[in-house]
């Protein structure tokens, strides 16, 4: 029986993340085993190297049928979701904010969008998605009030550095920050920065180099 471990390096939580989005797919299509090849082949990486991350968090399966499916998902779950739901709120619900919210709600039992905070007079007050609105001068009532554990900011990006503060205050433990504003916090916080603009300059770089190799 596999068993868990912890101190799992940041790169293969992201790839488990991968690996389970596409095993779910799989699932839905009735598939009940998958070989390290082929999900591999599915991420565009070595079947060594699904191997090595399935080893590293404790899994092992008969290989000669390959992994099974759906016990691969539940050992993924468990190793990645909390026992209990988390909750978060979206700080900033121009197109952005409402394009996170509409492609995330439902994908995960685990991680629920329970709020929003403006400080647009169109939207404070109002329910967007489902998702009720507030203005960010209600934030640390509404955060402890409704137990959110992440904020995900979507804010214009001169905002953002001013949100910081108000975060840290209202016991916020985790944040994705989706402005182009690398925001630092306390130890304690977990932060991820995720700068749409230097991911897509980062992909047409290599699309250059790759159109000047070939010419």
Not at 99 to 124: Q, W
Not at 130 to 155: G, K, R, T
Not at 197 to 209: H, M, Q
């Amino acid at each position: 029986m596999p068993t868990r471990t912890t101190n799992i390096p940041e790169k293969t939580i992201e790839r488990l993340s991968e690996y389970r989005r596409s095993l779910l797919s799989c699932h839905n299509q009735g598939i009940t085993h998958i070989f390290s090849h082929v999900l591999a082949g599915m991420h565009g990486i070595t079947a060594v190297q699904v191997r090595r991350d399935l080893m590293l968090i404790g899994f092992s399966s008969d290989t000669k049928k390959g992994y099974e499916v759906k016990t691969l998902i539940e050992f993924i779950n468990s190793i990645l979701d909390s026992e209990n739901v988390m909750n978060i709120a979206i700080i900033g619900m121009g197109h952005l904010g409402q394009a996170i919210t509409k492609y995330f709600n439902g994908k995960r039992r685990k991680l629920r969008i329970v709020t929003a905070f403006d400080v647009d007079p169109e939207k404070v007050g109002s329910v967007i998605d489902d998702i009720p609105c507030y203005h960010m001068d209600q934030f640390e009532e509404v955060v402890s009030s409704l137990d959110v554990s992440i904020a995900v900011i979507s804010s214009p990006t001169r905002v953002a550095p001013s949100l910081v503060v108000p975060i840290i205050n209202a016991g916020i433990k985790g944040v994705l920050n989706f402005t182009s504003a690398p925001l630092n916090f306390p130890q304690g916080i977990v932060s991820e920065n995720y700068d749409i603009t230097t991911i897509l300059e980062k992909v047409a770089y290599f699309v250059k180099e790759q159109e000047e190799h070939n010419d």
